[in-house]
């Protein structure tokens, strides 16, 4: 039987730091979901929990179910998680092929007024983010430049952003899902 670290509520090592939105680690997982290393130590969880044990549960369900998909069919996932802390993360991952260190997790805080955002607000964020001009938003959404001005000046108020170049660095910040960060050779 692998030796796991005991959780230990008294334990110092395992309140969360001072992560500030844009802060980020990295966390390798075996096969049956145990982190094995971290990046960074100040976080919650810790060698030896279960990556998804301070998630929320539904949260912690969608996880597992990415997780095993890239463990088992090396599926590359992205989702967005909150933790029992309140903290919300989007966490890329992806197949590391070996059983005892199976999956590397990318992990970056984001703010969690981005939940304020509808669902086509998000999309706008993720062409900005792809570095898309406002027209070509416009064409690839469907709509008027002057409805994607509306969206985002409703951005602007949500996230309490001063300027439109504010939600675009914002945007390229936050919503570069399709960002490719992940290794090449990751792909079997």
Request: aromatic share 8%.
């Amino acid at each position: 039987m692998k030796n796991h670290r005991k959780k230990s509520q008294s334990d110092p090592a395992r309140v969360t730091g001072n992560l500030r939105p844009g802060d980020a680690f990295v966390a390798i997982c075996d096969w049956n979901g145990y982190v094995k290393w971290l990046s960074n130590h100040t976080i919650k969880t810790q060698v030896g929990d279960l990556g998804w044990s301070n998630m929320i549960p539904g949260d912690a369900e969608r996880f597992r179910s990415a997780f095993a998909r890239t463990a088992t069919l090396h599926e590359r996932n992205m989702l967005e998680i909150s933790s029992l802390n309140g903290l919300r993360y989007r966490i890329w991952m992806w197949s590391i092929g070996n059983p005892d260190l199976a999956v590397c997790t990318f992990n970056l805080l984001i703010p969690k007024d981005i939940e304020k955002l509808s669902e086509r607000e998000r999309e706008l964020m993720a062409l900005l983010a792809s570095g898309k001009a406002l027209k070509e938003t416009a064409v690839l959404l469907e709509v008027s430049i002057n409805t994607v001005h509306a969206h985002i000046r409703n951005i602007r108020a949500k996230l309490q952003l001063g300027s439109p170049n504010e939600v675009v660095s914002f945007a390229a910040r936050f919503f570069h899902g399709e960002a490719e960060i992940l290794p090449d050779d990751s792909r079997s």
